[in-house]
């Protein structure tokens, strides 16, 4: 059947792939570099039988030996803290280590997705976004590294499907959230949870009124692996329908941590999207896909990990 290779698997995201994966009985092979990756979020899953750790850096060179059937590209600083410090980093993982993967895919002859990004809208004038939306990016903006960089790992998917014939599949990930997210992650719901547990002040920027769609991991995964072994190409958005003020889900935070913060506010950051919300209708159709579970449950279940920190 061939061992399935997922790149970035240290991370948030893939380290749940990886033992979705396992659970299901496969071969998993992760690769991750550690720059932003965790070991602790596969210490659970090493010296298993059917799990290997490779620690490279998908941008440079490294090795998979044996069959391969599915390669998983997760691999990149997704944290708009991280990818900010290192945007030379996020622009290899967004190039060269795409094309790296995808010639590996090529050469095991094994299906590829892209783990792309709802930022590829940009600041978006249409709402909520399709997949036929093209964005609005700044090119050289502060998230430019990141927004960029997927923007053209979709490109160089297409054109290896095209021109050589991988079988490449492109997931929209929306913001995701849930347990094995870093404390000093810089993503908003860790970081309200942790002002939260500590009773600090809630920092809110702008006037809250921007809005995300936040999509419990688990649900993720299932979309991830529903494109993965579905016949469809894509870019197919995968994300949480439900639209939440940044506000709102201070409130609530504060509410199920029973935590005696208050909320402040302070300057929005450059280029920071206002609203962001996916159309998941290819997703319902196509993959038989949609999020199960509700945002006061997954935040329960993310407090609860984080308590135990």
Not at 293 to 304: P, Y
Request: charged fraction near 25%.
């Amino acid at each position: 059947m061939g061992k399935i290779v997922v790149a970035g698997g240290a991370g948030f995201i893939g380290s749940h792939l990886c033992g979705y994966l396992l659970g299901k009985g496969e071969k998993v092979v992760c690769i991750d570099s550690l720059v932003t990756g965790n070991r602790a979020n596969i210490a659970g899953l090493l010296g298993g039988k059917n799990f290997s750790f490779i620690n490279k850096d998908v941008s440079g060179k490294f090795t998979v030996k044996g069959d391969v059937r599915q390669v998983y590209n997760l691999a990149s600083p997704a944290s708009p803290v991280d990818y900010q410090e290192k945007p030379l980093e996020t622009l290899a993982a967004g190039s060269d280590g795409v094309k790296n993967l995808l010639e590996l895919a090529e050469e095991k002859n094994a299906a590829y997705l892209f783990a792309s990004t709802s930022e590829v809208y940009g600041n978006p004038t249409e709402h909520p976004q399709k997949e036929t939306y093209w964005g609005n990016v700044n090119p050289v903006g502060p998230r430019s590294c990141y927004d960029e960089a997927k923007r053209f790992g979709e490109a160089l998917c297409v054109a290896f499907s095209k021109v050589r014939g991988v079988d490449v599949k492109i997931a929209r990930i929306f913001n995701t959230y849930g347990p094995m997210m870093r404390k000093n992650d810089g993503r908003v719901v860790p970081n309200f949870i942790e002002q939260a547990l500590g009773n600090e002040p809630l920092t809110v920027y702008g006037k809250g009124g921007q809005t995300r769609s936040f999509c419990y991991v688990s649900d993720m995964v299932n979309g991830i692996c529903a494109l993965m072994n579905s016949r469809e190409r894509g870019p197919i958005n995968l994300g949480n329908p439900v639209e939440t003020s940044i506000s709102g889900l201070a409130e609530k935070i504060i509410r199920l941590s029973k935590s005696r913060s208050k909320i402040v506010y302070q300057e929005l950051p450059i280029d920071d999207p206002e609203r962001r919300l996916p159309d998941i209708s290819l997703a319902k159709s196509r993959l038989s896909w949609a999020p199960k579970v509700s945002l006061d449950e997954g935040l329960n279940l993310t407090i609860s990990y984080f308590q135990k920190l």
